[in-house]
Nanobody
Framework: QVQLVESGGGLVQAGDSLRLSCAASGRTFSLYFMGWFRQAPGKERAFVAAISGSGAMTNHADSVKGRFTISRDNAKNTVYLQMNSLKPEDTAVYYC????????????????????WGQGTHVTVSS
């Protein structure tokens, strides 16, 4: 089983930046593809970004493309989400997740392709 712990959320103003981190347990971190999702109040969980095990492949949702960047450091068992030019509509609980086998579906943002989830970190963007 993989345990995930997100950090880095907070309250910021529109236009500010935040970097979220997700630390994973386990010795085979580089074999996992990782994703970030978010869930705004009253809405379903939505895909934000995904990254392959090596970090060579990434995918970002259209709503964050050009503003958010997913990356990973396999030596630290950590995946990051750099969020720039934040908007009030980015307000949500952000979750990281681990996928192990359904690569194409996970990279495409399919929630059910991910096996383990963190507890989430809150991001609030004020206008």
């Amino acid at each position: 089983q993989v345990q995930l712990v997100e950090s880095g959320g907070g309250l910021v103003q529109a236009g500010d930046s935040l970097r979220l981190s997700c630390a994973a347990s386990g010795r085979t971190f580089s074999l996992y593809f990782m994703g970030w999702f978010r869930q705004a109040p009253g809405k379903e969980r939505a895909f934000v970004a995904a990254i392959s095990g090596s970090g060579a492949m990434t995918n970002h949702a259209d709503s964050v493309k050009g503003r958010f960047t997913i990356s990973r450091d396999n030596a630290k068992n950590t995946v990051y989400l750099q969020m720039n030019s934040l908007k009030p509509e980015d307000t949500a609980v952000y979750y990281c997740a681990v996928g192990r086998s359904r690569f194409a579906q996970a990279m495409g943002g399919l929630t059910s392709a991910y096996d383990y989830w963190g507890q989430g970190t809150h991001v609030t963007v004020s206008s």
